[in-house]
């Protein structure tokens, strides 16, 4: 089992750039959240989804989006990167939401400059 | 929306003494989840709790959640320079059903 796997784990882009991270599990989890963290404000969820064909916002949805077409992928898109979407980007799984223990990716490191 | 508030944002100690981390919901919670995250690393899941009052342990940890389900702490024995990172609580429930929302964060450093 790979559990939660996250892609790519570096990158640089500049302001105005599209991107996407790519977050893929294989623990046929329905419950998957994209999260952001910076210094001193812990983890904020992004946009969360609780099964293929279902997502939802989080506490700080603006500038992303997001898509869920299969159970086992629910990647992240950044329409035009602005430098306050500089931050590590965490993508999390989980059986369901109830159920506890969010399995976490190894993050990606994204900059805008 | 919800909010869950953790003191202390860093926490320095000399190892073997005791750590205390707290966590405050404005709002009733469902269940509590914390989380370590050593540095460079990604957030590991410690324990959930879920019952009013519940207690559990684990080795040197102490997890509490508290009678009226809105606080919870995390209580660590004669720490370890193993214990050093970030440790986060992580509250479901209240107003926002389908969201766990996380604290800011302790930031733990243990000096030999």
């Known amino acids: 089992n790979a559990g939660v796997t996250q892609t790519p784990k570096f990158q640089v882009l500049k302001t105005g750039q599209s991107m996407t991270l790519q977050c893929a599990q294989d623990?046929?989890?329905?419950?998957m959240s994209w999260y952001r963290q910076d210094p001193g404000m812990g983890l904020r969820l992004i946009h969360y989804?609780?099964?293929?064909?279902?997502?939802d916002q989080g506490e700080v949805p603006n500038g992303y989006n997001v898509s869920r077409s299969t159970t086992e992928d629910f990647p992240l898109r950044l329409l035009s990167a602005a430098p306050s979407q500089t931050s590590v980007y965490f993508c999390?799984?989980?059986?369901?939401?109830?159920?506890?223990?969010?399995?976490f990716g190894e993050g990606s490191r994204l900059t805008v400059l | 929306g919800q909010q869950v508030m953790q003191i202390p944002q860093y926490q320095h100690v000399q190892e073997g003494e005791d750590f205390t981390t707290y966590c405050n919901s404005s709002?009733?919670?469902?269940?509590i989840q914390w989380y370590k995250q050593r540095p460079g690393g990604h957030p590991v899941f410690l324990i959930q709790?879920?019952?009013?009052?519940e207690v559990k342990k684990q080795k040197r940890l102490t997890f509490q959640f508290g009678e009226a389900k809105k606080n919870s702490s995390l209580h660590i024995t004669a720490t370890q320079t193993t214990d050093v990172g970030t440790y986060f609580c992580?509250?479901?429930?209240?107003?926002?059903?389908?969201?766990?929302?996380f604290g800011q964060g302790t930031i733990l450093t243990v000096h030999p």
């Open positions: 999390a799984s989980s059986l369901d939401l109830w159920a506890g223990e969010l399995f």
């Open positions: 623990m046929n989890h329905e419950y």
């Open positions: 989804s609780v099964g293929a064909g279902i997502t």
């Open positions: 709002t009733t919670l469902s269940n």
């Open positions: 709790l879920v019952k009013s009052g």
């Open positions: 992580g509250a479901a429930g209240g107003t926002s059903y389908g969201k766990l929302t």
